[in-house]
Structures are given as C-alpha cells and as structure tokens.
C-alpha cells in the first residue's frame, strides 16, 4: 500500500508548501481537490497551476499524484422532462469529467474521482440509476486511451461497495472502479472487509480519516476503525493508495494541522510494520525502534 495525503487538510497550503511537508512527513502521494477551473477556493487547486511545474516540485521530493479529486456527481435531473436529453447536450457531469482527465494527464495522474449520487425522492430507482449509468459510461469513455481511470466513491444513495457494484456491473468497464471510503460505508453498516470482499479488483483507491467530538484527529485517536480498514487491506493484500483525508477544510480542527499529519502518517507505517522516512526509503519496524 501506498500512502497519501488528500489537500483537503491543507486548503492554504501553496505547492511548495506542499512539497517540502510531504518530504518530511513521508507521505508518498497526494489527493489533489479541484473545484474547476475558475475556482480560487483553495491555494493548491491544481487547477491554478502548470501541470508542469506541479509534477517537478513533486518529483523533487519523490511524492506522486494519486488523484486528482473532483466534486463531479451524475445524477442532475433532466429538464425540461421528456425532451431535456435532447435539448440539454453533454451532461455538466460529462463535461467536468473530460476536463478532469485531461488534467490528470497531464499532472500523470493514474485516477480522476467522482461520485454517483443522489436518487431524488419523487424518482423511481429504475429511472435515476438508467440516468446515472449512461452518464458514467460517457464519463469513462473521456479517459480511454489517457492513462487515466475514473474511481468512483461511495456516498450519498450509493454509500457502500454493494450499492455501487450495481453502477460498476451496469458500466462493466475496466477504467472505472471505487475509491472506497470505509468510514462512510460504516455509517450504512458495512465493514471494511465485506466492501474488499465485494469490489476486489475494482478496487482503486481507500479513503481512510478519524474523528473525535466532531473534529479531525490523529489516524488511530478517535472514532472511526482507521487501524481496523489498514489491517483488513493488509490482509486482503492491496496495494493501491491509501488516502488520509483529515477534513481540516470542511470541520473545525487544529489552526495549522502539521503535528497532527505528521503523527497519523507515524502511525499509519507503524501499523504496516514500517515507517517512511523523509527520503523516501521505507524502514522496517525493528530499525525504527532501534
């Protein structure tokens, strides 16, 4: 497994910040959040900045782009009913996902997330999921041939593995799989290990995040079963991107947060049995005690 830190922790941060932190804390990759590309909400959108430069201060220090994170959902109604498909032209989720594509291209970026999301109440299931599903299959087909996938996360109508194999199985693409966050499909009653179990090699990413009274905390200090879901993709032998998502730009927490990133990355390798150290090099349990 490989780790990383979603920029959703550091929203003020410049990307030279950036670099230098995840250079000392040893994280491997970053989740970098985009809102688009006239959003100024955050310093290290990457939307705001060459592609170019972003992948040389990252190379610098060894950190890769694991993602590049979207707000991009598909379940916007179709208006005017009947005839809206037909006035309406490429769905906004579409279009946001061709846009984030090529952007993780171009930053090298193996997954591009997106959600599903909402069936609106006064919908029957058959109509909205039928809806969702020809947008995701427009969606994914902007990433053929660039290197990108899409990674779906659960949320919202679809907040587990099993309510999005549905989406998965009806796409039936290699290109689209889950970025899976087990504290989300907790909260609907589904371990870590039964959404493995389900999603196996469409299994792109996990999202992994603690919490205490409410606000962000160290990995392992609060609530949620963080050191549960490393040890059940230990066992069940994952080997993609494990994001931390510390929600310092959604929920009260620490004025700056780097101790708090720092310790969770501590003790995420020492959950693994090792420790990344500021260059990189990976160290065994026994070498860091000593």
Known sequence: MKLALSTVACPDWTFEALAAFVEEAGYQGLELRTFGS???????????????????????????VACVATSTRFDDP???????????????????????????????????????????????????????????????????????????????????????????????NPLLGVAYS??????????????????????????????????????GEGESQAREAIDALGAAGFGGWVVYECDRAWLPAEADGRELLKKSARNYYGWIGGRRTAGGALTSAAATRT
Not at 189 to 208: C, D, P, Q, T
């Open 78 to 172: 179709i208006t005017p009913p009947g005839i809206g498909h037909i006035l309406s032209g490429t769905p906004q989720g579409v279009r946001e996902t061709g846009w984030a594509v090529d952007l993780a291209a171009r930053l090298e970026a193996p997954l591009v997330r997106v959600f599903g999301y909402q069936i609106p109440s006064n919908e029957s299931r058959t109509s909205a999921l039928s809806r969702i599903v020809d947008r995701l299959e427009l969606a994914v087909a902007t990433a053929r041939n660039t290197g990108v996938r899409l990674a779906i996360e659960n949320g919202g109508s679809f907040p587990t593995a099993a309510t999005l194999s549905e989406l998965l199985d009806r796409v039936n």
């Open 182 to 219: 087990p504290a989300i499909a907790a909260l609907a009653g589904e371990s870590v290990s039964a959404g493995i179990n389900v999603l196996e090699e469409k299994l792109f990413s996990v999202k992994i995040k603690d919490w205490s009274h409410g606000k962000p905390c160290v990995l």
């Open 38 to 64: 006239a959003s100024t909400r955050f310093a290290c959108d990457p939307a705001l900045t060459d592609p170019d430069k972003v992948r040389r201060l990252l190379a610098a220090t060894g950190c890769e």
